[in-house]
């Protein structure tokens, strides 16, 4: 498993990044210079997933603030980069009151420990044996280090809980066939990549146990923006009777939105889609709270009415 450093650190003068694009072929580091250079960087996934920009925002601020940059124009640079993930505006806010170097590395570490509690109270939710599906990428990679949805797979094979995990490929820029695969490879626990297509029939054979993802945004009563064909899993793992469980931190809570309505959903380039045809690419898509069975954020495992439950997670933040 990679160090949070290795996925992205401030240093004196730039903002360092792996290269998320070029995973799993090759190791490259991405300099920044710039909070412009963080922004294009989120814009194009170089860095993605949502406590990961949040991280990669705070950085930038901090870099643009040791140069004397103007701080509204970083802020608000940055904060467009990428509309869906609330963890952007919500690291951006905290380091208005103090833009230091210090304090984005304590947020950096802080989402990291968050990460991992969140993980240990997940893995609790496993049975000797269990087989889970995910789908999108939400390791260390996503958020600067460990992982939510996958930090809570690695912790249940840890435990001896997990059996295997079948990893979708996520459509249309295969950040599970990439970046999940490749981290769970590296931490040794056992997956298979699948299409997104295949995960209804591998339910109907009764190959799969449970559905664990993270998230981008959680509204107050539970509905969750996550990557696009997560609504069409939990759909298919009611059908089939089976949980979804949703582990994200505090910082992905969004109780300023009531429901999943008032969420942004990013429509990206249409060309990652087809270069040849019209395409639509919505990057995101919204899960009800009724398809969820339990969110797990780094205060424990909550359950519907989520209203109540995550209001009390966010005050205990």
Not at 21 to 28: S, T
Not at 38 to 52: D, K
Not at 106 to 123: K, N
Not at 239 to 256: E, Q, R
Request: glycine content about 8%; aromatic content about 4%.
């Amino acid at each position: 498993m990679l160090e949070p450093e290795a996925i992205l650190r401030l240093e004196a003068d730039r903002v360092v990044m792996l290269d998320q694009r070029r995973l799993p072929a090759e190791e490259v580091e991405l300099e920044c210079r710039s909070a412009a250079d963080v922004a294009a960087a989120i814009r194009e996934l170089a860095v993605r997933g949502a406590p990961a920009i949040g991280v990669a925002a705070a950085y930038a601020y901090a870099l643009a603030a040791s140069r004397g940059d103007d701080l509204d124009e970083t802020d608000r640079v940055l904060r467009s980069s990428r509309p869906t993930a609330v963890n952007l505006g919500w690291a951006l806010d905290r380091m208005r009151d103090d833009p230091t170097a210090e304090h984005a590395r304590r947020i950096h570490r802080d989402e990291v420990e968050r990460c991992r509690a969140m993980s240990a109270h997940a893995a609790r939710l496993f049975a000797p044996g269990t087989r889970a599906l995910t789908h999108c990428n939400a390791g260390g990679l996503a958020t600067g280090g460990y992982g939510s949805a996958v930090g809570a797979l690695i912790a249940a094979h840890e435990r001896g809980l997990l059996e295997h995990v079948w990893v979708d490929e996520t459509r249309p820029l295969l950040q599970g066939a990439r970046l999940t695969a490749w981290e769970l490879e590296q931490a040794g626990v056992p997956a298979t990549v699948i299409t997104d297509g295949a995960a209804a029939s591998f339910m109907a054979a009764g190959e799969i146990d449970c559905l664990v993802t993270g998230a981008d945004r959680i509204a107050a009563n539970g509905d969750t923006a996550n990557k696009i064909g997560t609504y069409s899993i939990a759909v298919l793992a009611r059908h089939h009777g089976l949980p979804l469980w949703v582990v994200a931190p505090s910082s992905t809570l969004d109780l300023a939105t009531h429901d999943g309505s008032g969420i942004p959903i990013e429509e990206r380039d249409p060309t990652e889609v087809t270069a040849r045809f019209p395409a639509r690419n919505p990057a995101f898509d919204v899960t009800p709270a009724e398809l969820v069975s339990a969110i797990v954020t780094e205060g424990g495992v909550h359950r519907a009415p989520y209203e109540q439950s995550l209001a009390g997670a966010v005050l205990a933040a």
